[in-house]
């Protein structure tokens, strides 16, 4: 990428994700500003085997930044993601501030880098849930069209911010000493639980507002406002990456082995299905990684399926790792067709980047 690199709200989970990632693939620590807020500034902040030194979200100017990657929240981004393209950035926005705003870009990749076409100034990063969800059915979609989803999600606590992680690790002390729980961060202990995702609950339908993100940016994303997606969305006592149990409803009958071919072909899944050893995707195996993991492809048996087995509805179980993909990289991979659009094809077929 040309031009310098801001990641605002480097100290949180998503922007330190972010900096290794950028280290990774190889950008320089002088073209990477590591941005916070002005209680952070001047503390270093890991970049590769180097240190950055944080600079104070109030006193930046943007000036020279080729694109700013806010990994913040929605108040910080309405606050300072015009500042950053007025001085003439690109911004991908990891929160949800702009995510279902007319003529702003939600992108994945792997699934609309032509809404990128433009070249927005502003584009949307997706929810964490949301990114994997599609990534892992859009090759199916291609395929053979979907009808219908039916969802439940196995959310880390980390999805919820360094201090949920916090509150996790501490509360498995206090467990494992058999010591009382109080809940903080949390209405229920995390530390060996499974609750329904603390966002706020709509009183008239139920639906939570995770829920909600996953039904309206899936419908933005593929164009759809009449997709039928039905998804459930809990909190479990893990660390890092998210599960999904996915029941698609494909727009015709497939095959088996039509099915797993497309999902074997398709840039950044690996199939993880070894029913013999019982060896299928988990959040251990997901953790670190850029790819999503796929596993438990069967038909659903309660459902037909004909003489020759060929089914509509199919279930899977992914699980890919919500800091890297479900966030940090997908905008990383965002930044990079804003700045160089001759990149496009690598990011989106899975070349070298």
């Not at 020279?64 to 806010?70: D, K, L, M, N, P």
């Not at 980390?158 to 903080?184: K, V, Y």
Request: proline share 6%.
């Amino acid at each position: 990428m040309s031009g310098s690199i801001a990641v605002v709200g480097a100290t949180g989970l998503v922007g330190r994700e972010a900096l290794s990632i950028l280290a990774e693939r190889g950008v320089p620590a002088g073209c990477v500003h590591a941005i916070a807020s002005e209680r952070r500034a001047g503390e270093g902040v890991t970049y590769g085997g180097e240190s950055l030194t944080i600079e104070s979200l109030g006193e930046v100017s943007f000036e020279g930044v080729g694109v700013a990657i806010f990994c913040a929240t929605c108040e910080v981004a309405r606050a300072h993601a015009p500042r950053a393209i007025e001085a003439g950035a690109f911004v991908v926005d990891n929160s949800s501030a702009f995510r279902l705003k007319p003529g702003v870009p939600l992108v994945v990749p792997e699934i609309n880098a032509d809404a990128l076409k433009a070249r927005p100034r502003l584009a949307a990063n997706p929810n964490c849930s949301t990114i994997i969800l599609l990534a892992s059915l859009e090759p199916l979609r291609r395929c053979f069209g979907i009808a219908g989803i039916d969802l439940a999600t196995y959310q880390a606590i980390s999805g919820a911010g360094l201090a949920a992680l916090e509150e996790l690790n501490a509360q498995t002390r206090s467990l494992a000493a058999g010591e009382p729980i109080t809940p903080a961060y949390f209405g229920e202990p995390c530390a060996g639980n499974v609750f329904s995702h603390d966002s706020e609950v709509e009183i008239l339908t139920g639906v939570n507002g995770e829920e909600r993100k996953i039904i309206e940016e899936t419908r933005k994303i593929w164009c759809d406002r009449s997709l039928r997606i039905s998804p459930t969305c809990v909190r479990v006592p893990v660390e890092r990456a998210h599960t999904q149990a996915i029941t698609v409803e494909l727009g015709r009958t497939a095959g088996e082995a039509e099915v797993r071919a497309c999902l074997a072909r398709a840039p950044g899944l690996c199939v993880v299905d070894d029913r013999r050893g019982n060896g299928f995707p988990t959040p251990a195996k997901a953790t670190g990684r850029d790819e999503i993991l796929v596993g438990r492809i069967r038909p659903d048996p309660g459902t037909p399926v004909d003489d020759s087995g060929r089914a509509k509805r199919w279930c899977l179980l992914v699980s890919a790792d919500q800091l890297r993909k479900g966030a940090a990289l997908n905008a990383i991979q965002i930044a990079e067709i804003l700045m160089n659009p001759a990149r496009e094809r690598a990011l989106c077929v899975g070349e070298a980047s």
